[in-house]
């Protein structure tokens, strides 16, 4: 999945434009990641990795859930707009 997520140069170029990434490895930092896995659990009822959480300039977790693939169809990703 990372290489969907990070070598994917419209995926890339849209997240540039539009947003702060930032990138969480589990392993290493778990504490900030069962804050967002809660939040995407609480907006989802469903948990899981990869996953995109989406904040407001605060840190207030307005939107997330596992992050998805191109649809093999449009190429577009569930969460954009195509």
Do not use: H, I
Not at 18 to 38: G, I, L, N
Not at 53 to 79: E, H, I, K, W
Request: aromatic share 8%; charged share 30%; hydrophobic share 35%.
């Amino acid at each position: 999945m990372e290489r969907e997520s990070f070598e994917d140069e419209e995926t890339a170029r849209l997240m540039n434009e539009r947003f702060v990434s930032v990138k969480v490895d589990r392993e290493e930092r778990p504490d900030v990641d069962s804050v967002y896995m809660e939040a995407v659990a609480a907006l989802t009822g469903q948990g899981g990795w990869p996953m995109t959480v989406f904040l407001t300039p605060d840190g207030a977790p307005f939107f997330g859930g596992r992050t998805t693939r191109p649809n093999r169809g449009t190429g577009c990703r569930a969460s954009a707009k195509c």
